[in-house]
């Protein structure tokens, strides 16, 4: 089996709100997707597409324990794009601020 692999969307509707959502791929099917309105008014770009990357991060291990389960062990990394700069360095950032 190859590498699990995740794509992130975002789109901005008129209200104020985004619309996020990502898809899990193995080899070239997708196996999992969710689109959804974020449900927040997020105060940046890179805080609108945190939301998305935070809900596909957790899809992404429960992918890992079913494919294990079923005989499918992943041995190297989930890989999740994501192209906003801010949103990567508060992903790696361990220290969570209040005005992020």
Same mark, same amino acid.
């Given at each position: @089996?190859? !590498?699990? *692999?995740? &794509? !992130? &969307?975002?789109?901005?509707? #008129?209200? #104020?709100?985004s +619309?996020? %959502?990502? =898809?899990?791929k !193995?080899? /070239? #099917?997708i196996v *999992? =997707?969710?689109?959804k309105?974020?449900? /927040?008014?997020a105060? *940046? ?5 945190? +939301?998305? &990357?935070s809900?596909? +991060?957790?899809e992404s291990? =429960?992918l890992?324990? @079913?494919? #294990?389960?079923? %005989?499918?062990?992943?041995? /190297?990394?989930?890989? &999740? ?10 992903a790696?950032?361990?220290?969570i601020?209040s005005?992020?």
């Amino acid at each position: @089996m190859k !590498v699990l *692999s995740c &794509i !992130v &969307i975002l789109m901005h509707l #008129g209200d #104020g709100k985004s +619309v996020s %959502g990502y =898809w899990f791929k !193995v080899n /070239t #099917g997708i196996v *999992s =997707w969710s689109s959804k309105e974020q449900s /927040t008014n997020a105060f *940046s770009t890179a805080e609108a597409e945190y +939301v998305p &990357i935070s809900s596909a +991060v957790k899809e992404s291990i =429960w992918l890992r324990n @079913m494919l #294990g389960d079923l %005989g499918f062990l992943q041995r /190297t990394p989930a890989i &999740i794009y994501e192209d906003n700069q801010s949103c990567i360095a508060i992903a790696k950032n361990s220290l969570i601020k209040s005005r992020t």
